[in-house]
């Protein structure tokens, strides 16, 4: 019988249900599409660090995992023998004009000082950089923090490693222990319809993998877009963010445009051919953060959703505070990622 069980086998239910093995709990993971079946199954994986300014708990969160994330992979990996092609490459932007060269300036400083010797936030000349955007002020900004991993074999990498320790990643079975709700859209609506307000949302994101190996150089990000140069050879780039969709998983003419402009960005992508074409719908709590802690549908529950954008780059330090909470009821969410932030 297991200790946890994990209700949704996307990102943050399957690191949840790891690390919560890794403390000696035995674990079962429920769910009746499969690991990466939702918005965790997607293709671009950009772990990438909100700008070093402003600081907050969340940013000093996503710093703390993205830190983590190395060690974690590599023993994922190394348990369930399938690898999600993790690489700290780091992430190359553009800068578009003199104001915006002057405020990369600033943000190179304050990294020093927020980000210590963990990594690198530094301004450099463009014709440094052979793998870069085309830069309208001659510069790019190149940190060292940044990182990759395709995201569908992720969740595979993390399912293999559950299994190889002997838990358990079904499509059905009973809810027995310490019950972790990680089941993104579904919960979030259930939620909105409890208290007759949105509690969150879906934002459909759409992105496409190219048959063109940069595996060895950094990300980028310009004209709004991540282009990430993934392990096995291909690069994917994404996405958009709609707030009103037909259909969750179409593919349409707004991602030819992300593609034309990721090509148009960087030249080196002109003639790639498209590989795979794909959308999905990514859970996005009210108050933009991740949702962790005691669920208020169901008392003696806990809930870990609306990972958005950053689920990847924050699930190895979601993983730990929610292995606290669940396996020893010690509580070190910050203020701003509990469930009450959104009701």
């Not at 199954?41 to 950009?46: C, E, H, L, N």
């Not at 690489?87 to 927020?114: F, N, Y």
């Not at 936030?121 to 463009?126: D, E, F, I, M, T």
């Amino acid at each position: 019988m297991p200790d946890v069980t994990v209700l949704g086998a996307g990102i943050f239910g399957l690191s949840i249900a790891w690390t919560c093995m890794v403390r000696g709990a035995r674990v079962r993971v429920i769910d009746p599409g499969g690991p990466g079946a939702g918005a965790s199954g997607g293709i671009v994986g950009a772990l990438a660090p909100h700008v070093p300014e402003n600081w907050n708990d969340k940013k000093q969160f996503q710093l703390d995992s993205l830190l983590m994330a190395e060690a974690f992979w590599h023993e994922v990996t190394a348990a369930g023998g399938v690898n999600p092609g993790y690489g700290r490459l780091g992430r190359v932007q553009p800068i578009g004009d003199r104001a915006a060269l002057d405020l990369a300036r600033t943000r190179e400083e304050s990294a020093r000082t927020l980000w210590g010797d963990a990594a690198t936030w530094r301004v450099v000349p463009a014709d440094h950089m052979l793998w870069a955007p085309h830069s309208p002020s001659g510069h790019v900004i190149h940190d060292t923090l940044s990182a990759r991993l395709h995201p569908r074999r992720a969740c595979a990498t993390l399912a293999a490693a559950i299994r190889a320790r002997g838990g358990e990643v079904a499509p059905d079975g009973t809810t027995k222990g310490r019950v972790v709700h990680a089941t993104g859209i579904a919960d979030l609506t259930a939620l909105s319809t409890h208290f007759g307000k949105t509690i969150g949302n879906g934002v459909k994101g759409q992105g496409a993998l190219l048959h063109f190996d940069a595996h060895d150089k950094p990300q980028l990000f310009a004209e709004g877009l991540h282009i990430v140069p993934h392990a096995d050879g291909t690069t994917a780039i994404g996405s958009t963010s709609e707030r009103d969709y037909d259909d969750p998983t179409a593919t349409d003419a707004q991602l030819d445009d992300v593609i034309d402009r990721a090509m148009k960005a960087v030249p080196l992508l002109r003639g790639a051919r498209v590989i795979e074409r794909w959308a999905g719908v990514r859970p996005r709590s009210r108050s933009r953060a991740p949702m962790l802690g005691a669920h208020p549908l169901h008392p003696g529950d806990y809930i870990a959703n609306g990972g958005f954008k950053i689920g990847f780059g924050m699930a190895p330090k979601v993983a730990q505070v929610m292995a606290d909470l669940v396996l020893e009821g010690r509580d070190t969410i910050p203020d701003a990622f509990r469930p009450e932030a959104s009701l």
